[in-house]
């Protein structure tokens, strides 16, 4: 019973590197998310998925792509990767109705040097 | 837009003793608060959540309030254990949207 898995756990990126970070989920759920995690900051909403062939932008989409692969996968792209997004990355996912928890993955630890 | 603000940022309760953790919602239209806790190195984790149309809710140890009107909502935890060391967050979601607003987490000591 894996729920939402994540990869890689860690990472360090030079400046201007890119790297797809995966996310991939076995709960039938329609609904898929990116946050990224910054001391003081909470959890901060990257890109959304509402159901599997439509993306949204969240709060803070600058410097990221997503592709949703199929109702399973969410993936997080970074083009030229900056040391502002040294971040720990989270994807989750929920159930598209009802009002129903988000499930999260065990996180991504990037470092961009 | 829509936000949730968070307090305290940390807290410190002797072991036995109860804690209390506070957050406010902007968006009226939120009906659907999750809290969530993160252990080091993991994913949050739900341990409870609220629906508008109930005013609390208990599990065990744990229990939360809402408050529509003041668009606030509590997290209780009482006779707390060292185990309830972590971090701490509130979330608010509003029906028919797909976000979920996170608070900036609270960080419990519980001393033993």
């Known amino acids: 019973n894996a729920g939402v898995t994540q990869t890689p756990k860690f990472q360090v990126l030079k400046t201007g590197q890119s790297m797809t970070l995966q996310c991939a989920q076995d709960?039938?759920?329609?609904?898929m998310y990116w946050y990224r995690q910054d001391p003081g900051m909470g959890l901060r909403l990257i890109y959304y998925s509402a159901s599997e062939g439509t993306t949204d932008k969240g709060e803070v989409p600058n410097g990221y792509n997503v592709s949703r692969l199929n109702k399973r996968e969410f993936s997080l792209r970074l083009e030229s990767a900056a040391p502002s997004q040294t971040s720990v990355y989270f994807c989750?996912?929920?159930?598209?109705?009802?009002?129903?928890?988000?499930?999260f993955g065990q996180g991504t630890r990037l470092t961009v040097v | 837009g829509e936000n949730v603000e968070q307090h305290p940022s940390t807290l410190s309760v002797q072991e036995g003793d109860s804690a209390v953790i506070k957050c406010t919602y902007s968006d009226s239209a939120s009906n659907y608060f999750p809290w969530y806790k993160q252990e080091l190195g993991k994913g949050p984790q739900l341990i409870i959540d609220i629906r508008s149309n109930v005013g609390e809710k208990k599990d065990q140890r744990i229990a939360v309030t809402l408050n529509k009107t003041a668009k606030h909502f509590s997290l209780h935890i009482t006779e707390t254990q060292p185990e309830d060391s972590a971090v701490y967050f509130c979330a608010a979601r509003a029906s028919g949207t797909y976000k979920y607003i996170f608070g900036t987490g609270t960080r419990l000591k519980v001393l033993a």
């Open positions: 989750a996912s929920s159930a598209e109705t009802g009002l129903t928890e988000a499930f």
């Open positions: 709960m039938n759920h329609n609904s």
